[in-house]
Nanobody, 123 residues
């Protein structure tokens, strides 16, 4: 069973930056991708980005293109999400999620989530 532990959330002002971390464990092979989802109160979950462990390929959803950057350290099984120019609408709980990168796009396995870390962006 794959497990995820997210960290790095907190309270920041609009326009600020924050870096999230996700430590993954329990994988039986290196043929996978890791992604980020988020969910704000009263809203549906929204995909953000994913990165392939095999070749480092990445994909970003339109809502975060140009502002968020995903990266990974395979030796540590850790994925990072660097968030810049944060907006109040970015306020949400951010989750690490098992993913697959196919045809240059992310497919998120909603049955494999972490516990999340809260990001609160004030105006």
């Amino acid at each position: 069973e794959v497990q995820f532990v997210e960290s790095g959330g907190g309270l920041v002002q609009a326009g600020g930056s924050l870096r999230l971390s996700c430590v993954a464990s329990g994988f039986t092979s290196d043929d996978y991708a890791i992604g980020w989802f988020r969910q704000a109160p009263g809203k549906e979950r929204e995909g953000i980005s994913c990165i392939s462990r095999s070749d480092g390929s990445t994909y970003y959803e339109d809502s975060v293109k140009g502002r968020f950057t995903i990266s990974s350290d395979n030796a540590k099984n850790t994925v990072y999400l660097q968030m810049s120019n944060l907006k109040p609408e970015d306020t949400a709980v951010y989750y690490c999620i098992e993913s697959t990168l196919i045809g240059g796009k992310c497919y998120y396995d909603i049955e494999s989530w972490g516990e999340g870390t809260l990001v609160n962006v004030s105006s």
